[in-house]
C-alpha cells in the first residue's frame, strides 16, 4: 500500500459511505475466471441489494461461486490536472466488502427487496417514498441479489491541498 493510501475509515463510516452512494463494482469469480460489472445497489438492512435481469453472467457467476468482493469508491475532488513541475494526484475513498452473495427465489421476498430498493433511492433523491408504487408483477421480472456483509475494510488516499 503507497503512503499515500491510509485505512482510516471506522465500520461506521463504512456503512454510511455505503448508504450515502449508489453505484459499485461486483466482483466475481468462477474456475479461475475473474469478472467484474459495475451496477447500482441499495444498501438494505446492512445488506447490498442489487436489482437485474433474471438471467446473465452474474448470475451464472454467482450460482458458480457466492463469494464475492463489492467496491465503492468516491472523489471528493475533481482530478488535479498535471503540472509539469509537480506529482499528478487526487483524493478518493473506496469501501471494500466482501461477503456472500445469494439469488433471492422467493417471488414474495424479490418484492419486498425491490420495496426497499425504491425506498432508498427516494430517499437519496429527497422523494416521497409513499409516492409511485413498486408493482407485485414486477417481482416476475426481475431478479434480485442480497451480499451478506462479512468484512469490509476502506482506503483513502491523502490530503492534496499541497498540490493547490
Known amino acids: 500500500m503507497s ?3 491510509k485505512k482510516n475509515m471506522g465500520r461506521d ?3 454510511k459511505m455505503l448508504g450515502e452512494e449508489d453505484t459499485g463494482v461486483l466482483c466475481m469469480s468462477r ?12 444498501l438494505v438492512d446492512g445488506e447490498i441489494v442489487i436489482h437485474c435481469a433474471t438471467k446473465g453472467r ?9 463469494r464475492v468482493c463489492f467496491v465503492v469508491s468516491r472523489h471528493p475532488d475533481r482530478t488535479v490536472p498535471h503540472q509539469p513541475d509537480s506529482e499528478c494526484n487526487y483524493r478518493y475513498e473506496s469501501v471494500h466488502c466482501f461477503g456472500k452473495a445469494r439469488i433471492v427465489e422467493d417471488p414474495a421476498e424479490r418484492l419486498g427487496y425491490l420495496r426497499k430498493f425504491k425506498a432508498h433511492f427516494d430517499a437519496l433523491r429527497g422523494l416521497d417514498p409513499d409516492k409511485g408504487h413498486v408493482p407485485d408483477s414486477a417481482a416476475a421480472k426481475t431478479g434480485i441479489i442480497v451480499i451478506s456483509i462479512d468484512e469490509v475494510t476502506s482506503r483513502s488516499k491523502a490530503d492534496i491541498s499541497r498540490l493547490d
Open 13 to 15: 463510516e463504512m456503512m
Open 3 to 5: 503512503e499515500q493510501d
Open 58 to 66: 452474474k448470475l451464472d457467476f454467482i450460482a458458480a461461486n457466492p
Open 31 to 42: 474456475d479461475g475466471e475473474p469478472y467484474g460489472v459495475t451496477l447500482s445497489y441499495a
